[in-house]
């Protein structure tokens, strides 16, 4: 079955405990990116990656980092959170160069930072 | 600039009935997709419908339909005959050609069918 992977699905932690949320999917898609949805704000770009080793800052890049060293996992990593990286995470993965490819989501990880 | 916009937070509808979901978008790129997703309560992303900038037809996926006015910059949701699991948040995003790396979302609008 085709998917995109998130682990874990809940995760409280507190304030500066690094974590990672890792991502993987089995479709053999270039791209891949990380959102956070926020009420009222919708989902932005966290970061994205167009195929192994080339990743680049979306929109809200602070206190995130990601790595691409398989095509097919793309961690996302939070060195030092903080209570304003509370959100829903969604990775997403997708082929590249075309505009009509769809964005397939995992399940989302909910985080909470105290 | 916002990218897309979703001017109804939230929505209800009685079941059995239609509804239309809003969505403008701002581009200056001739060729870009625009796309609808639902999300339920359980949180997950779900694809319902597509419409290309070059699509001449209005995008069509069982109850979903999409009302694409190009020159009004618009791609409103139209869900035909509302059920009670159409209740669930509804995002509009867009694929520009320039950074197709990346859906733009609107903030969503909620939907609540009523039995």
């Known amino acids: 079955e085709a998917q995109v992977t998130q682990n874990p699905r809940y995760l409280i932690t507190v304030t500066g405990k690094k974590l990672t949320v890792t991502c993987s999917q089995n479709?053999?898609?270039?791209?891949m990116s990380w959102y956070r949805q926020d009420p009222g704000l919708g989902l932005r770009q966290i970061y994205y990656?167009?195929?192994?080793?080339?990743?680049d800052k979306g929109d809200v890049p602070e206190g995130y980092k990601v790595s691409r060293k398989e095509k097919r996992n793309f961690p996302l990593i939070l060195e030092s959170p903080s209570p304003n990286q509370t959100s829903l995470y969604f990775c997403?993965?997708?082929?590249?160069?075309?505009?009509?490819?769809?964005?397939?989501f995992g399940q989302g990880t909910r985080l909470t930072v105290v | 600039a916002q990218k897309i916009t979703q001017t109804q937070p939230g929505m209800f509808v009685q079941e059995k009935e239609a509804v239309t979901l809003d969505c403008t978008y701002d581009?200056?790129?001739?060729?870009?997709?625009l796309f609808w997703y639902k999300q339920p309560s359980s949180g997950e992303m779900i694809f319902l419908i597509y419409?290309?900038?070059?699509?001449?037809q209005n995008a069509t996926e069982g109850r979903y339909s999409l009302n694409f006015q190009k020159a009004r910059k618009s791609a409103n949701l139209v869900i035909s005959a509302s059920q009670l699991g159409d209740s669930a948040m509804y995002f509009c995003?867009?694929?520009?050609?320039?950074?197709?790396?990346?859906?733009?979302f609107g903030a969503g609008t909620t939907v609540t069918v009523r039995a």
């Open positions: 997403a993965s997708s082929f590249g160069g075309m505009v009509n490819t769809e964005a397939f």
């Open positions: 990656s167009m195929n192994v080793e080339v990743t």
């Open positions: 581009t200056s790129d001739q060729s870009y997709g």
């Open positions: 419409q290309g900038s070059y699509d001449e």
């Open positions: 479709m053999n898609h270039e791209y």
């Open positions: 995003a867009m694929r520009e050609a320039y950074n197709d790396y990346k859906l733009s």
